[in-house]
């Protein structure tokens, strides 16, 4: 690009105040490297009239340092309806890229890295749903944001980990029905018909990183920090919710925090979401576990500076397939 990114003194300068922000996890050495990269980026925003919508996974220097909006699926997809910039770089994965193109395609949507992928998202296609409605006729589909766009347009309505529980009971209600299609992420589904006494038929999908915890894992943190506020992510199998203090979507946990301020807090989540909470609220103790989502650690702020830079790679949907899986997306948001 033939941009000279150097730490000098005027990138210092400029970048104070962000790395204030970041300084307790990030030395001063690595700061080193990222301040010219986030320099430059938050520049070409400007030039470009873009802006960067990053989920809570990212990692701190992208959530506190070039994300001009940063929330859990629901909160960004309520963006992406929004924003007035022309171009908007998904900092996360590829659903929520798809997500934002679908709520507005006049728009142009760079993903840093196409691989950004969720093993909930690679777990169904459009085709298994249609045999999902030919096997349980008249049943309503609730599926999970975290799909393609193909298995969107298949369905009635979308839901997020944020708007479950009122989008079940929601649609159950309109539809006349007590049992709900809800795929692709079997453990959401059930912890959510828990919370409703709404029945659902589920898909065998799973999160790769929330499968993997334990209920044993939490009992060991209690044991071991006595007093520990627990939270966890719907996305969890229920055993492990069941051994919870709350559960509830990324953004739900983050305000947990910033309104009970817990003494000492364990975030059964991704890695990154614990380091950014605990970045704005030095007064709680973290207790972190680390399971990496492999998919949003793709997104870095050198793939966000290549990106916004080249305008690569632009997100592509099917105009016919775009505007059936915005019916979905648009019910969704309509439920309050
Ligand atoms: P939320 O931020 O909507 O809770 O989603 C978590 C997640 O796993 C996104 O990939
Ligand atoms: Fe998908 Fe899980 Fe990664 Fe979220 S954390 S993108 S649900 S694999």
Redesign the pocket.
Known sequence: MGVELAYTDAVKRDTRDLYAKVARFIPEIEWAAHAPVIAEINRLKREKNAVILAHN?MTPEIFHCVGDFVGDSLALAREAARTDAKVIVQAG?H?MAETSKILSPEKTVLIPDTRA?????SSITGADVRLLRQKYPGLPVITYV?TSAEVKAESDVCCTSGNAVKVVEETARQFGVDTVIMIPDKYLARNIAAKTGVKVITWEGA????ERFTAQEIRDYRASHPGIVVLAHP?CPPEVVAEADFAGSTAAMIGYVGDRKPQRVVMIT?CSMSDNVALEHPEVDFVRPCNL????KRITLEGILHSLGTMTTEVVVDPVIAARAKLAVDRMLAIK
């Open positions: 996974y994965v659903f992928g969720c093993s909930l998202a975290n999160c790769e990183v929330h996305e991704e989502c492999p998919h949003m």
